[in-house]
């Protein structure tokens, strides 16, 4: 049966879903909202520091799938799970797997900055400190110095870190989102639409930290902007209406599009 | 009856301006061939409205004013000699004679009462003749000129509009003086009791004792004398209050985090109703609960402890009274729990967070200014408790903070000074408006602090 399946999903995707050194495999994956189908028998790769784009139309399910990776679907009620995806050879929707530390390996950075209503130190040392990741009080105001120079933050707000998160403009909210989430220090960074509430100067800066970021995470980022997939990516993998149409080398994706689908949203005859 | 003819016959005769009206406008169309300012409907409402209004405020000021001008007038027609005589007291002459036009008469009355009331039934007869001549021609008057004024260019949907918005703010003018006026009668008979008592022996005094003069004369009581001091009132009150918010914060504002974070969406619908049921329960319902089998209960274990409890104690009324309010701070907590933005609970879970950790470090500060003022509110709803503390408080004017000690309250105080028949000259019965306005006083402010911290809360997300 999963044969099948397999055959049928390889048959659909256009492109090479597979990559050499993956870290998150993802296998035959539906997702259901009650009696909806959100996501239609998704297999792809995720290689090891890589920066890969999602991108499709509105409700094309990319946010979704996304979010099955550290699985915000959780905490949906009528939302249902099937198939299979790994984190390093780990299937995390087994039964035995702890959903807590598997999020803390998973950062999440989410479409409109939602920095905690509390001062900036504390929004960072958040994650730390659920988790214990600090031997104390120095180390820990270590770990939100770095993360917040990592997230090109540090300059801007290390002479008011006790001011609150919130007073922030929208770009630095999102930087800070950012900080926090690599607090925690994760493998794989997820972006749903990192930039859509930003400016273009904001926007700028957030993809070049995420240029920065790939050096050492694998970073999933889903966009509506085509250009913010061609700037910040080098795989980009195209949705429609929750089934993975086409993935490939980002430059290909955009240039020699394969699917008739993918080339009528490249081109913008869908929208 | 007379009135209800009268009121009938006005809208009759409105609702007859309403076609004529509506009909005119038709006509226009048809002959003029051209289009109306507004549809013809707004016509017809606005000659209906036309006639209507200013029929019914005459109406009003008739049926308010006469009694006030018969009572003046009325004084011609009493005899001198009962004007000059030494108990001579025109409230009690006037319901005298009331009595009379009502055809309620107790043993034979003087001639003289009797006279006054025929000639007070003669004027109440020519009065209704003038109320029905007038308000009848005010509304085929008032009704013709808004009818004439139905022309092309007349703008009768805005002249609607506007006569609908002065409807709907004198409507909340009514809602705002009738609260006024009822703090301004309790601040006029406050002031008659501070003219008995000095207001610092009212407000800092500890012992509450109110006599009637009558009993002081005989000697009982302390000494005699009343002793205003309100402060075990007081006590009394914020013993049972507290007692009461240590029972429903916590478990209001436990089973507000269960219905708000925890319970899946059918357990919600499931239990969010059944705890407003809670709210719906008369509180003199929670009062025979409180008096006839918590008291007793407590009453009973405190013995198997060895302790003395009071057969009508702060305790028992305090328990209760927290129950009472638990669906208070659950439903409003629930409300600003919810308010938190969802994308915080998402932060939190995609850190890593437990349910619990989110909930504790990330939804209830966020949370917490409304909580406090749910907390407030509740408060303020069991100072003003009333029911309860009257069944199951006792009356003992007790300056303790013993909950197993009778204490009562300054809402069970007022109830029992003003139940029965009362001078109203005295200083006991007019102690309860005093009480009445210290005890508006708080409530208001903390109604008022509520309100700010809620208002300070709602512009952090904003």
Known sequence: MSNINDFKSLELTVGDVFSKNARIKARNVNVFYGNNKAIDNVTIDIGSKEVISFIGPSGCGKSTFLRCFN??????????????????????????????????????????????????????????????????????????????????????????????????????????????????????ILMDEP???????????????????????SIVIVTHSMQQAARVSKRTAYFHLGKLIEVGKTKEIFTRPQHHQTEAYISGKIG | MFNFYLLSSVLLISLIFFFLGNN?????????????????HYYGVYSLLASLLPALGIFFIFTICDDLIFAELIK?????EVVASKDYNFTIVLAQINNSVEGLIFGTP???????????????HKSQIITVIICISTAL???????????????????????????????????????IAIIFSVVFESIRFFALIPYDEFLFGTVWNPQFEG??????????????????????????????????????????????????????????????????IPTVVYGFFAALTVAPFLRSSGSIFGLDVASESALAAGLVMGIMIIPFISSLSDDVINAVPQSLRDAGYGLG?????????????????????????????????TMIVVMAAGLAANLTANPLDAVTTVTSQIVTILVGDQEFESAKTLSAFALALTLIIITLGMNFYALHVVKKYREQYE
């Open chain 2, 215 to 280: 009993a002081e004369r005989a000697g009982s009581g302390q000494e005699g004398l009343s002793q205003y001091g309100a402060i075990p009132l007081f006590a009394g009150t914020f013993l049972i209050s507290i007692i009461a918010l240590c029972v429903s914060v916590p478990v209001g504002l436990f089973s507000a985090i269960y219905l708000s974070e925890y319970a899946t969406s059918k357990e919600r619908a499931f239990f969010k109703p059944l705890l407003e049921i809670l709210a719906g």
């Open chain 2, 76 to 80: 011609k027609h009493i005899p001198k």
């Open chain 1, 195 to 217: 930039c859509s509430a930003l400016d273009p100067i904001a926007t700028a800066r957030i993809e070049d930290l995420i240029h920065e970021l790939g050096n050492d995470y």
């Open chain 2, 353 to 385: 967070s437990t349910k619990n950790e989110t909930v504790i470090k990330i939804v209830l500060p966020a949370a917490l200014p409304g909580v406090v003022a749910s907390i407030i509110l509740a408060v303020s709803r069991a100072v003003g408790e």
């Open chain 2, 110 to 124: 003087p001639q003289w009462v009797t006279n006054a009331a025929e000639i007070w039934i003669s004027w109440i």
């Open chain 2, 24 to 40: 005119r406008a038709k006509n226009l169309v048809k002959l003029n061939q051209k289009n109306l300012h507004s549809l013809t």
């Open chain 2, 141 to 179: 008057i008032s009704g013709f000129l808004g009818y004439k004024k139905i022309s092309g260019n007349f703008r009768s949907r805005n002249a609607v509009e506007k006569i609908v918005m002065s409807i709907l703010a004198v409507s909340s003018v009514i809602a705002i003086l009738t609260t």
């Open chain 1, 71 to 188: 699985r915000m679907n959780d905490t949906i009620d009528s939302c249902v799970v099937q198939g299979e995806i790994s984190i390093d050879d780990e299937n995390i929707y087994d039964k035995k797997i702890d959903v807590v530390p598997l999020r803390a390996r998973i950062g999440m950075v989410f479409q409109k900055p939602n920095p905690f209503p509390k001062s900036i130190y504390d929004n960072v040392a958040y994650g730390p400190r659920i988790h214990g990741l600090s031997e104390n009080k120095e180390h820990l105001d270590v770990i939100v110095e770095e993360s917040l120079k990592r997230a090109g933050l540090w300059q801007e707000v290390s002479d008011r870190l006790q001011s609150p998160g919130t007073g922030l403009s929208g770009g630095q909210q999102q930087r800070l989102c950012i900080a926090r989430a690599i607090a925690v220090s994760p493998e794989v």
